[in-house]
């Protein structure tokens, strides 16, 4: 199992492209998307090919390879026109023998765990705009950054989770980090 992780697109449909044509040409298996998809919100600049209804259209394409969560910038009105669902704040997720836990990043961090979460499980957030990856009281810790509007020195990023590895990696498909799992 493949999976590309990304978070906060902010109505970016140029950056979403770039994301996508890496999705299809290297055939992850889902998509795991950790919010912030069409609005800029109020403390962002308006991104680089804003257009948030392409967007929509662009992720409506491939519906059934996407899992999504809500971000603080995402609202009932962006459900309106995305054909998956987007509207709840975290999910636990399980491939192969590997749990995740995806969240945006404004509820629950890795300074503010959820009170359920397992050892060995991957918290998956966004929010930050900076990507990381590493190990805490025995979870994994991974944030691939955004694909819109990275922040501090970081690239516009993603992340791939494999059986055996989590790495992050810019638009160019560069890999920047790795962490090998269990």
């Known amino acids: 199992m ?4 990304i978070s906060d697109i902010h109505g970016s449909n140029d950056f979403l492209k770039k994301a996508l044509e890496i999705f299809i040409s290297e055939e992850f298996d889902k998509l795991l998307i950790l919010g912030d998809i069409m609005y800029h919100g109020p403390r962002n600049p308006i991104p680089p090919g804003y257009a948030p209804a392409e967007v929509a259209n662009q992720l409506n394409k491939i519906k059934e390879k996407i899992i999504a969560i809500r971000g603080n910038c995402d609202s009932e009105v962006d459900q309106m026109l995305l054909e998956f669902p987007i509207m709840e704040s975290y999910k636990q997720l399980f491939f ?3 749990e995740l836990f ?5 509820n629950y961090s890795p300074d503010d765990l959820p ?8 918290f998956c957030f966004g929010h930050t705009h900076i990507p990381e990856i590493y190990t805490k ?3 994994y810790i991974l944030n691939p950054g955004s694909i819109t509007l990275p922040k501090g020195e970081s690239a516009n990023s993603y992340a791939v989770i494999t059986d055996n590895e989590i790495a992050i990696c810019n638009l160019e498909k560069v890999t920047t980090k790795k962490l090998q799992l269990f």
């Open 102 to 106: 995806i969240t945006h990043g404004h």
């Open 2 to 5: 493949r999976l590309m992780v």
């Open 137 to 139: 009281d025995n979870l």
């Open 115 to 122: 009170k359920n979460i397992n050892k060995n499980t991957i």
């Open 96 to 98: 192969n023998d590997t």
